[in-house]
């Protein structure tokens, strides 16, 4: 199979979707792998660790989707990347369906068989989606000290304290792998205090 990895395009999205060693894996076990040109920079990838995998790089986003089979992405394709797939071609990528009706629709007329990361699930695990939770939870106790911060409107409290001044208090809604990675992070900024952790009801 021929196997296609395009730069990814969404705003602030610095990912891609393969790493060396993944292509490595493809190639190995008898598949092509075609890289668009400059796409794991952001990630600091470089076009010469995937080559040197036996992958090919490729100068622009038409040459993935025109000759790939199948596609791996990382986040849902925007409006010019659907014009750009074909009948029959595989995706897999964070679809988020649900709230996106454009992308439904277009992914239905272009007849391709989408995969979404976030409903593949091994022994009642989402395995693709647990890992960005994690992330997310983590991001979100380092985000939440910064905004406490004078300049960024907060109130001037340094999450761990500091001598004579009171640390900050995290309250995390939600015990799941966001929430608990939040907590984790949270209580080790200079033993910030963590109120409670509560499991989120629908």
Same mark, same amino acid.
């Given at each position: 199979m021929i196997i296609g990895i395009p730069r990814e395009i969404k705003p602030d999205e610095n990912r891609i979707a393969i790493t060396p060693a993944g292509v490595h894996e493809f190639v190995k076990n008898g598949h092509s792998v075609i890289i668009e040109k400059s796409a794991g920079l952001s990630s600091g990838?470089?076009?010469?660790?995937?080559?040197?995998?036996?992958?090919?790089?490729?100068?622009?986003?038409?040459?993935?989707?025109?000759?790939?089979?199948?596609?791996?992405?990382?986040?849902?394709?925007q409006p010019g990347e659907i014009d750009m797939l074909h009948p029959d071609q595989v995706l897999y990528t964070f679809l988020h369906l649900a709230p996106d009706r454009v992308q439904a629709v277009g992914l239905m007329e272009k007849r391709v068989i989408a995969v979404a990361y976030e409903t593949i699930s091994v022994r009642d695990k989402l395995v693709c989606l647990e890992p960005m939770s994690e992330i997310a939870g983590k991001i979100s106790a380092t985000v939440g000290s910064f905004y406490l911060s004078k300049p960024q409107g907060g109130k001037? +409290?340094? @999450? &761990?304290?500091?001598? !004579?001044?009171?640390? $900050?208090?995290?309250?995390?809604? #939600?015990?799941?792998?966001?929430?608990?990675?939040?907590?984790? +992070?949270? @209580? &080790?900024?200079?033993? !910030?205090?963590?109120? $409670?952790?509560?499991?989120?009801? #629908?």
């Open positions: 990838i470089r076009d010469s660790d995937f080559t040197a995998e036996g992958g090919r790089i490729v100068d622009d986003a038409k040459d993935v989707y025109n000759n790939a089979e199948m596609i791996i992405k990382v986040k849902e394709p001037g +409290v340094l @999450a &761990g304290g500091v001598a !004579g001044i009171h640390r $900050a208090a995290f309250l995390i809604l #939600g015990g799941g792998t966001a929430g608990i990675n939040a907590a984790r +992070v949270a @209580a &080790g900024l200079g033993q !910030g205090q963590v109120l $409670a952790v509560e499991e989120a009801q #629908g």
